[in-house]
């Protein structure tokens, strides 16, 4: 018989165990399973708010963690010995862990990046230990999926973004525009820069605060270095940049202005008459006066 019950006792597979702690045991399932379920709304209310693709899955966990307390709690009520499954639960263990390690790193890393916020789908990030910048389209649990600015799509595993510096592009409403104009050592400094300020004046998309700064910034090897700074919003970043050097190079063309280019000067000449002059060189050099000098 599998089960028999007499005398507040119960027989289960040859084994007599006292009906109270098998009502005591049942109660501290049921108690786990309700506990485990409100313990599963914060939890679950708290990721959707500041990791919301890690919810489902994390609230899950803790479900069936507390879940398998109870369990386990209830068969050790029960009398049953659970030295032996614990050791072979983790021995298991270790061996499932050493399977999917990068599979649990790249779990764990989403759930902490989720918790971290640096960026959001729809960003402009760029990862520097993989080398590659683009717009997030996807964050998954266990990687983020990039579309590069070529159009390409790439998928990088949590793991990897998380132990990298990341650079968002994305995350402030505004950014600065940083272009550098070289002019000819000859040129008028003052005249070029307001000309240069007119035209950034000129661009209503160019924020009045922070506000921009053109400013003579070295001497370069062949011209006067300015450089020019300026603040616009994030998504009108490319177009006003490469905008804004086409219209300087027009302007200081249209007012004279000189932009130079390094320049290399080549000598030619006779090879054979140079290295006659330079053994005669050496010689009078090495030459000992004789006793008549």
Partial sequence: MVGEIALGTIEILGT???????????????????????????????????????????????FWIIVGISVLSAIG????????????????????GFAVQSTVANLFSGLFMQIDRAFRIGDAIEVA??????????????????RRFDGVYVRIPNEKIFTSQVRNFGRNVARRVEVTVSIAYKE??????????????????????????????????????????????????????????????????ANGIEIPFQQVTVWFGDKGKYKEEEDKEKEGRLRLPSLNE
């Avoid at 045991?25 to 313990?39: E, F, K, P, Y």
């Avoid at 240069?196 to 001497?219: A, F, S, T």
């Fill in 129 to 146: 230990e993989m080398n590659v910048a683009g717009v997030v389209t996807d964050i998954t649990a266990f990687s983020v999926v990039l």
């Fill in 188 to 253: 008028d400094m003052s005249k070029a820069i307001e000309v240069i300020r007119k035209i950034v004046d000129e661009d209503p998309r160019i924020l009045v605060l922070p506000e921009p700064r053109i400013m003579v910034w070295e001497l370069g090897s062949s011209g006067v270095n300015i450089n020019v700074w300026c603040w616009v919003p994030t998504q009108e970043f490319f177009n006003v940049r490469g905008e804004l050097v086409k219209r300087i190079k027009e302007a200081l063309d």
């Fill in 77 to 96: 009520n029960l009398g049953v010995e659970l030295t032996g499954v614990l050791l072979a639960g983790g021995i298991a263990g270790i061996i499932i």
């Fill in 16 to 62: 007599k165990i006292e009906l109270l702690k098998v009502l005591i045991s049942i109660a501290i399932v049921a108690v786990g399973v309700v506990v485990a379920r409100l313990v599963r709304i914060p939890v679950s209310y708290f990721l959707t708010k500041y990791a919301p693709q890690a919810a489902p899955l994390a609230s899950r966990a803790v």
